[in-house]
């Protein structure tokens, strides 16, 4: 019996195929992840505006909060947080709940996919735990400004599901305007440009 495996990989408009299940950093570009990440909403779309607030822009914002919290952050680890939701350009933004219902496998899944980022991108397949716990401040604080800025939440709410970042009061005049999808791509990949 001659049983054909499902077809794993993604075609991107660069022309490159990327294998969802072996990931290679050889078929991860910049053009497609910026492009990918433009037109993925965050909050599932349910935010205000006359465009979603894409992952590309939160991306873009996370890397500006890891630079506001730790002010001599090497360009590589600034890198690093733009690329954070790396993978999300080809798997979309799964909400955290979801997430968390999924378990350890679509962490997992996600990771292998990141860690090709990271080497196509001249970073370590996983990098320093201080890195990635900044990173997370980043991310978490992100959520916080945008959950209380787009998606509809009051700051009591907010601050009960995401805790009360620290260090957020100049940081809450960062630009959360939503954009289109190829303006927030021109916009990461002028972020890219700068770091690279």
Request: glycine residues 8%; aromatic residues 8%; hydrophobic residues 45%.
């Amino acid at each position: 019996m001659n049983i054909k495996a499902p077809r794993a990989w993604q075609r991107m408009l660069s022309g490159r195929r990327l294998d969802l299940l072996n990931p290679s950093p050889l078929d991860i570009e910049i053009s497609d992840i910026a492009h990918g990440l433009a037109r993925v909403a965050r909050w599932n779309g349910q935010t205000h505006g006359d465009h979603a607030f894409s992952v590309a822009q939160h991306c873009v914002l996370v890397e500006a909060l890891a630079l506001h919290f730790e002010p001599t952050l090497p360009r590589q680890w600034r890198l690093a947080a733009l690329l954070h939701d790396g993978p999300e350009y080809v798997v979309g933004d799964m909400i955290s709940p979801f997430k968390a219902a999924m378990g350890l496998d679509y962490k997992e899944f996600e990771n292998r996919i990141l860690e090709a980022v990271h080497v196509r991108f001249g970073l370590p397949k996983q990098i320093p735990d201080e890195i990635t716990a900044l990173i997370k401040r980043a991310d978490k604080a992100s959520a916080y400004l945008e959950a209380v800025g787009l998606a509809g939440f009051s700051e009591e709410e907010a601050r009960q599901i995401f805790g009360v970042p620290k260090g957020i009061e100049k940081a809450r005049k960062l630009d959360l305007t939503p954009l289109g999808a190829n303006e927030a791509a021109a916009l990461y990949l002028d972020r890219f440009g700068k770091l690279t």
